[in-house]
């Protein structure tokens, strides 16, 4: 076939399926509609659902169930309300229930929503089905928010952060609820009178989800492309003001025992803002930030070859994060913002300041502009980190993105002309508009000085969900000098134990899976799903020769009480091209694992209970061959809720490496308590403990929070380490910060 009919078959296909998909789109959103009545009469948020604006108020119809079963009403009816004016967006629910008995996880803001009962609202206020926002409550009033895009699975993002107004009621058959969303905080084309809208209800005593709209279960119930219509009466219009600065101010005292430097006070200041720039973009400013308040790092045993990527957790960094963090995929990142502002064992670079620019300069195009300068710190000199992206819907859910990021030094001031790196790239996300399909190519390019070949690396993949099956197929090329200064590339980089070296070297990799699910026919069995999946993911070295291999069959039980079952088998060859250890012995009497072939196989198992019941637990046990060697691994984590007040929980997991000799066995222990109290929802005391061996670390984070008012937060947090072994101290600070929105 010749490339033109190719290609024009192929786009001919792709825009028939959109064409038909949108026409199914359309005909959801004629089916569910609710109309949106301005009102003038005034609304108190209390839960109470007695004003008289609701008397007048548009109701939705019956909700269906979406999980375990669809295609059903829902057993515990939920009923919706919805009305505006010119500042606010007003949802009030009422929530049927047989008892007055609810599932609240915790009372912290944005932290267990979807394992309580609870309500949220679904918006997609430009109806274009990329991007949208999220607002839950539960019973007890809790209040989570987030952003949603569709690059990103249409998962939630919670790191989303804004003033927003609720409160619920508890009565013995029912609770209410009531939403006040500012529509200053929403993006969207003034005057626009239709929005995609979904209401999502969490029945977690029965274990049920239900949505107004029908969605199939195997879609996220927060799927923009299955959304309703909410017609408003009149265009909404968008807020004059659209700011907020948020100043705060830190002080404590540190210490640092390992290094003999003597205890020392300090204090600081700082600011963050949020601009809006006209109805679609927002500029976020920081100077001077400070991150003392976000929770430590959770230690991971690391039994891989390779490094491994502890999360973001910096809110500063994690709002919008799809736009910048979501090119490449888990291996593979172009841009990964811990490379800013903290070294790699974690530690904080001290940063000067920041911007951020995102949104929408079109209703089918998102940009986003990152630029953040650090200080000078100890042999570290300033750099500047500098990011351009940008989203522009093709035609449907089909996306094609791209990025520019530079990393610069800037030592005395003026650029280095030899410490830089920048990388490009660009992908085409091809996305269903019901989400069943999907399809991507990417291609990047990494520049450094005096790097010119095998510097890059493509990727392209398809799949394809359905009720009862999925499948996916991804394949890559990633050339040796390949660099991502701002991001990571996991396997690239071969550490040498024996050399202490390090070999960059090539590979393509090719990965397929197939799940088949099986759902119960009747209402009345104990299992919600039965999946049974194969995975094959295969690296070969740039000469197409076998440098790793590994393939499972899985069994996963998805039982109605909400315990899971789950069994995995691996069989493994690695081909492996550089010594490793996985122990701290000496290697002059403990040598290094050689370079060499491998083939070993284990199996792990897991199992958890019932996550609604105060007293919960799961467990795993990993057992078999590793590489020359066996490995032995289990697992225990013991939850106990003690609703509304407390949460404590202790997981611990023990690893048992076993060598032939020369090679040294090793022994890896990890407890990690947790605890955490509730005073009320605006206050709470965490404590985080953690013991590892690996790391040969214990390590405490005790964090107080207090919400005095929207937004506005006192922190009190202390942190102190300890060797594991010996338990000499290691380092201590204490840390108060106030901020306050403005």
């Known amino acids: 076939m010749y490339p033109k009919l190719l290609w024009s078959s192929l786009f001919l296909a792709l825009l028939s399926t959109t064409l038909c998909a949108q026409e199914a789109r359309n005909d959801m959103q004629a089916r569910f509609r609710l109309q949106a009545k301005k009102t003038t009469q005034p609304i108190k948020i209390d839960g109470k659902l007695d004003d008289p604006a609701w008397q007048n108020a548009d109701t939705t119809s019956h909700f269906w169930l979406k999980w375990p079963m669809d295609g059903r009403h829902a057993n515990a009816q939920t009923k919706v309300h919805c009305t505006y004016n010119e500042q606010f967006l007003y949802i009030a629910a009422t929530c049927y229930q047989d008892s007055g008995k609810y599932i609240l996880q915790s009372l912290k803001r944005d932290v267990g929503y979807w394992e309580s009962d609870g309500i949220a609202v679904v918006l997609d206020p430009v109806n274009l089905s990329n991007n949208g926002y999220f607002f839950g409550l539960t019973p007890a009033g809790v209040q989570t928010e987030a952003l949603i895009a569709a690059t990103s699975g249409s998962e939630t993002d919670e790191s989303w952060d804004n003033v927003w107004w609720g409160e619920v009621q508890n009565y013995p058959d029912r609770w209410t609820a009531e939403f006040a969303i500012p529509l200053r905080i929403l993006r969207f084309k003034d005057g626009q009178k239709e929005w995609g809208i979904n209401f999502i209800r969490n029945d977690a005593n029965r274990g049920h989800f239900s949505a107004w709209v029908q969605i199939p279960l195997q879609f996220n119930g927060t799927d923009l492309g299955w959304t309703g219509a909410l017609q408003f009466e009149e265009g909404p219009k968008n807020a004059s003001r659209n700011y907020a600065f948020i100043p705060f101010v830190t002080g404590g005292t540190d210490r640092d025992t390992e290094n003999g430097i003597p205890a020392r006070a300090y204090g600081d200041i700082g600011l963050d803002a949020k601009i809006g720039l006209g109805s679609s973009l927002n500029l976020d400013l920081t100077i001077n930030p400070d991150f003392s308040q976000i929770e430590i790092d959770e230690q991971v045993i690391n039994l891989t070859r390779f490094d491994i990527q502890l999360p973001e957790k910096r809110t500063f960094f994690l709002e919008n994060a799809d736009l910048f963090g979501n090119f490449g995929f888990d291996l593979i990142r172009p841009f990964f913002s811990r490379r800013i502002g903290l070294d790699d064992n974690g530690n904080q670079i001290p940063i000067l300041a920041g911007l951020r620019l995102t949104g929408n300069i079109n209703a089918d195009t998102r940009i986003g502009v990152l630029n953040m300068q650090t200080r000078k710190h100890e042999a570290q000199n300033p750099e500047n980190f500098s990011a351009l992206v940008f989203d522009r819907r093709l035609f449907g859910r089909t996306t094609l993105r791209g990025y520019f990021l530079n990393r610069q030094e800037t030592g005395s001031q003026e650029l280095n002309s030899k410490n830089w790196s920048r990388n490009a790239g660009g992908e085409f996300l091809y996305i269903a508009p019901k989400g069943s399909i999907q399809s991507w190519v990417g291609y990047h390019q990494s520049f450094k000085p005096e790097i010119n070949q095998q510097d890059w690396w493509g990727q392209t993949g398809f799949e394809y969900t359905s009720r009862n099956f999925e499948f996916i197929a991804d394949f890559l090329h990633m050339g040796p000098n390949y660099y991502a200064d701002m991001g990571y590339e996991l396997r690239v980089a071969n550490y040498d134990a024996a050399r202490d070296t390090t070999l960059r070297i090539g590979y393509n990799y090719k990965f397929l899976e197939a799940t088949w699910r099986i759902l119960p026919k009747q209402e009345s069995s104990k299992l919600n799903s039965t999946e049974i999946s194969a995975n094959s993911f295969m690296v070969f070295n740039p000469n197409f020769s076998i440098n790793e291999y590994n393939s499972g069959i899985n069994l996963e039980l998805n039982f109605r009480n909400t315990s899971q079952f789950a069994l995995y088998t691996n069989f493994n060859y690695a081909n492996v091209p550089v010594s490793f250890k996985f122990d ?94 509730f005073f009320s929802r605006n206050l709470n005391w965490t404590t985080f403990l953690q013991y590892n061996t690996q790391a040969n670390n214990f390590n405490i984070n005790s964090r107080i929070q207090w919400r005095y008012r929207p937004m506005s937060d006192v922190f009190v947090v202390l942190t102190d380490n300890y060797f594991a072994q010996g338990w000499a101290h290691r380092n201590r600070a204490l840390v108060v910060k106030v901020n306050y929105w403005l």
């Not at 990993?622 to 939850?639: K, R, V």
């Not at 609703?643 to 040294?664: C, H, I, M, T």
């Open 584 to 677: 701290d012995e000496p290697i002059e009497e403990y040598p290094a694992l050689p370079a060499a072939r491998y083939t070993f196989a284990n199996a792990r198992m897991e199992w958890s209970s019932d996550s609604r019941k105060a007293l919960n637990w799961s467990a795993g046990f990993t057992g078999g061959e590793f590489y020359n060697g066996l490995q032995w691994t289990a697992d225990l984590s013991i939850g106990l809720r003690a609703q509304p007040w407390g949460n404590f929980r202790v997981a611990a997991s023990y690893n048992k490496l076993d060598f032939p000799k020369p090679y040294a066995d090793a022994e890896i222990l990890a407890i990690t308590p947790r605890i955490e109290f």
